[in-house]
């Protein structure tokens, strides 16, 4: 994959579109977590430290679906971009330019033309900012075909921030078809259908895939097990015993979880720690028990690679959250293995556990754009940065 590269003489003097990723969650209007702002600076200062002539930062906030949200107003990202950067951010309510070197745009998400990517949303931008290159920093979205993502790109030369390059960098080696030795693969979340590409593609490379969350649910039920109440889908049953087929036909270990912690609710403090095969009636799974924890972290422990992707257990609550947090533990502490994390929900509970992103050889700043990636998928917004 040949990427055109940002370097310091494409930069100078130049006027600059960034699309970054600063999708943050809010609370009352307030930025609860900053690391998606954190992630792009050092592609926003290179851009400053090399010149740029001025630099339009597009993003979304939230999910406006094509209507003037003001609590989803990029207004609200200026005084923390500002505060990282330790440079001023002039906040633009329109695509116009302003007087300012670094100027913040409003959501793009509040023009319905955004997510169709609409050659006269497109128009509007670079009409209104006339940029002379384009700089993708959000690999999050890299996989939206949006005007923000691709269509300004296809009018200016494209090139990737640090973000994106360092995805690129340290995930790409895992698109060969070669089993790749130690490889450990943990999975988990609720959707069979953002997933299964992975586990086709990892049934043939990887060493051992470890499941758990409600897709490992699905799973269960495939192999005959009585899932009670717990959410799983039964639509994805065959996709679960095709996947199921691969990893046997590849020899790849594949490992659900033998006992598992159940309530009668989520909001439970009540819990029961049983085998599988005695979940029945009105049980439901919310986390991995005690002897498949055991079982995942030897395996971990003996990985040369390790990449996960999504929490074991409805973490968020303390009756279920000694699964992820076991794992988590573990995985940080393997200092001599590559240990690749990535999904929201995963970053998520390493803000809850106190675990250091430094912990880890490369944290992943996309969910879906990562699962994506690793199915094989040349993502939209990677295409418009190869070298002609």
């Not at 009636?281 to 999504?310: P, R």
Request: some cysteine; glycine content about 8%; proline content about 5%.
């Amino acid at each position: 994959m040949k990427i055109s590269k940002l370097e310091p003489a494409v930069v100078k003097d130049k006027v600059v579109v960034i699309r970054v990723d600063f999708n943050v969650p809010l609370d009352n209007g307030k930025i609860t977590e900053t690391t998606r702002i954190e992630s792009s600076i050092p592609t926003l200062k290179f851009l400053i430290d090399n010149g740029a002539k001025s630099i339009h930062i597009l993003t979304h906030v939230g999910r406006p679906k094509g209507k003037i949200v003001p609590e989803l107003s990029t207004k609200v990202l200026v005084s923390t971009i500002e505060k990282f950067l330790g440079e001023k951010v002039e906040y633009r309510e329109d695509f116009t330019k302003g007087d300012s070197l670094i100027q913040l745009h409003e959501n793009v998400r509040y023009w319905p033309g955004e997510t169709k990517n609409d050659p006269e949303f497109t128009q509007l931008i670079l009409d209104g900012i006339k940029p002379d290159i384009f700089v993708n920093d959000g690999f999050a979205v890299s996989h939206r075909p949006h005007s923000s993502v691709v269509g300004v790109a296809s009018f200016v030369p494209a090139y990737p921030g640090v973000v994106v390059e360092s995805e690129i960098k340290n995930l790409s080696p895992f698109l060969s078809n070669e089993k790749i030795p130690g490889l450990t693969i943990v999975v988990a979340g609720a959707k069979m259908e953002t997933k299964v590409g992975v586990l086709r593609h990892f049934a043939k490379t990887a060493e051992n895939v470890l499941v758990g969350g409600a897709l490992a649910n699905t799973f269960l039920a495939a192999e005959g097990f009585d899932v009670g109440a717990s959410l799983y889908e039964e639509s994805e049953l065959d996709n679960a015993r095709d996947v199921l087929g691969l990893m046997e036909q590849h020899n790849t270990g594949f490992h659900l979880p033998i006992d598992v912690i159940c309530a009668d609710d989520i909001n439970s403090s009540e819990t029961l720690d049983m085998p599988v095969e005695d979940v029945t009636g009105d049980a439901k799974i919310f986390d991995i028990g005690a002897h498949s924890i055991k079982s995942y972290c030897e395996i971990l422990q003996h990985s040369k690679v390790i990449m996960w992707n999504g929490p074991v257990g409805c973490f968020e609550k303390k009756p279920f959250e000694n699964g992820t947090r076991e794992i988590l533990k573990i995985v940080s502490a393997q200092k001599s293995a590559k240990t690749i994390l990535g999904g929201g929900d995963t970053l998520d509970a390493l803000k809850k556990f106190g675990v250091s992103r430094d912990a880890f050889s490369h944290v992943s700043t996309g969910g879906g754009a990562m699962l994506e990636f690793l199915e094989g998928k040349l993502l939209p917004g990677i295409e418009v940065l190869l070298e002609n």
